[in-house]
């Protein structure tokens, strides 16, 4: 069955890094696009990231823009979202989320992971 | 302060039918397909409606949803206490080259 498993969060001092991985199965890894999204504590959803079904390219949210890379390794079935300086309001819990097949936009999901928590604090 | 716009909150009795509106512009909505959430803090959101309009396998047909312009609305009939939750709406925007997920809509099942 398809799985999307997050790992990597943590609590990391402000101005560090954290690498999130997201482990997939089930499904063939090459074929589909993921986006990460998170939700910071009494807030909602935002989306955070898109990378292509190839890596070709990606997208992401002004608010990481120049921090936060995307990237993904085929040998691994494994995307994963490297976070540099890192700040407060990055404190979240972050999701990746595979795209959906039968979908005609460029943006959608179908299965998600748990999320890993992400807490930036001195 | 979200690119897309919804009600903080609705609420309802059970069995009756809620509108949850989203309203966007031409970058987002006006252009591209909208999406629609269902998601309880802590939890993998579910995807309720793609494409517009497109429920995925398993989603009950008591929610429908459409499009029109550059706004959306999300129909839940037949309301149960189960569907309490946060609802959004989220779309691809064009001019950001970004998702846009609307602020949520908290559904209260009274």
């Known amino acids: 069955q398809v799985q999307l498993v997050e790992s990597g969060g943590g609590v990391v001092q402000p101005g560090r890094s954290l690498r999130l991985s997201c482990a997939t199965s089930g499904f063939i890894f090459n074929s589909f696009a993921v986006n990460w999204v998170r939700q910071a504590p009494g807030k909602g959803l935002e989306w955070v990231a898109l990378i292509s079904y190839d890596g070709s390219y990606s997208y992401y949210a002004d608010s990481v823009k120049g921090r936060f890379t995307v990237s993904r390794d085929k040998s691994k079935s494994t995307v994963y979202l490297e976070m540099n300086t890192l700040r407060a309001e990055d404190t979240a819990l972050y999701y990746c989320?595979?795209?959906?097949?039968?979908?005609?936009?460029?943006?959608?999901?179908?299965?998600w992971g748990q999320g890993t928590v992400v807490t930036v604090s001195s | 302060q979200s690119v897309l716009t919804q009600p903080p909150s609705v609420s309802a009795a059970p069995g009756q039918k809620v509108t949850i509106s989203c309203s966007g512009s031409m970058s987002n909505i006006g252009k591209n397909y909208v999406s629609w959430f269902q998601h309880l803090p802590g939890t993998a959101p579910k995807v309720l409606i793609y494409d517009n309009t497109r429920r995925p396998s398993g989603i009950p047909d008591r929610f429908s949803a459409s499009k029109s312009g550059t706004s959306a609305t999300l129909d839940i009939t037949g309301l149960q206490t189960g569907d309490e939750a946060d609802y959004y709406c989220g779309s691809w925007d064009s001019s950001l080259t970004a998702g846009v997920f609307g602020g949520g809509t908290k559904l209260t099942v009274l």
């Open positions: 989320a595979r795209d959906n097949p039968s979908s005609g936009s460029i943006w959608s999901f179908d299965y």
